[in-house]
């Protein structure tokens, strides 16, 4: 989670970068802190948007604690019509939204397809564990599972892997979040993190062969016109 006080000075933050004609669109908590295993002794990660036309299309930001990257509007429509899965996870948690920012319009345009084209991250992420055992390493193997796997199953993006943990009960995922929230290590039983990350794999694998959505480009096409109109 994120606080009062942190809300307002990563919003501050980007605000003092921006021209006079640049408009915040959406901030939205991500990294550690919204995956699960964040705690004090680490950074607060947010993923933004603005409309700035003619300004950075991308930007990231790095102040005191705070480590913000920013899209501005035109790239994020490029980002959706490549499907990048990331943009929508990294904005599943907003705390600050634009009132003419149509937010629910843009996270409905993520579809299967676009977990299917992070199948090649996901299978990296998985294979980086192999050759290195860490516990960071694994805590992010499981996040790139289990919340596509949520995502497809419910229609929600939940980043907390904690809470979509409710449902599974992976022992040794809690304990690698209790030990990386406070810097700590201790044995980990890899056996049994391998296990879960090939079974939630085939999971992840039977729940994409009962899809065949894809960006509904009408749906897009009228979402982008009205953030254009808005913003531009």
């Known amino acids: 989670m994120i606080g009062k006080r942190d809300r307002t000075k990563a919003y501050n933050i ?27 002794y680490y950074d607060v990660d947010v993923k933004g948007i603005i409309a700035c036309k003619d300004y950075w299309d991308t930007m990231h930001i790095g102040k005191e ?26 904005l599943s948690n907003p705390f600050y939204i634009d009132p003419n920012f149509d937010y629910q319009g843009m996270m409905s345009l993520c579809t ?17 564990l192999d050759i290195f055992k860490s516990i960071r390493t694994a805590l992010h193997c499981y996040r790139v599972l ?38 700590k290590t201790a044995p980990i039983n890899w056996d049994e993190v391998q296990r879960n990350l ?19 480009q009408e749906a897009y096409e009228n979402w982008r016109s009205k953030m254009e109109e808005a913003y531009y």
């Not at 990257?69 to 990048?84: A, D, P, Q, R």
């Not at 996901?122 to 980086?128: E, P």
């Not at 980043?159 to 209790?178: A, E, G, H, P, W």
Request: proline share 2%.
């Open 198 to 216: 090939s079974d939630l794999r085939v999971e992840l694998e039977e729940e994409l062969a009962k899809r065949s959505d894809t960006l509904d």
């Open 65 to 90: 604690k705070f480590d913000i990257n920013i899209e501005e509007l035109s790239h994020v429509f490029g980002s959706i019509e490549y499907k990048y899965w990331c943009l929508f996870e990294d």
């Open 112 to 128: 299967a397809e676009n977990v299917k084209r992070s199948l090649y991250s996901i299978d990296l992420q998985i294979k980086r």
């Open 14 to 40: 980007v605000s003092e970068i921006l021209p006079e004609r640049g408009k915040i669109l959406c901030l939205s908590l991500t990294g550690s802190r919204a995956f699960g295993w964040g705690s004090k």
């Open 146 to 183: 289990m919340v596509p796997l949520h995502f497809l199953r419910t229609g929600k993006i939940v980043s907390n892997v904690l809470t979509i943990n409710k449902q599974y009960n992976f022992t040794q995922l809690k304990r690698m979040c209790d030990l990386y929230k406070e810097r």
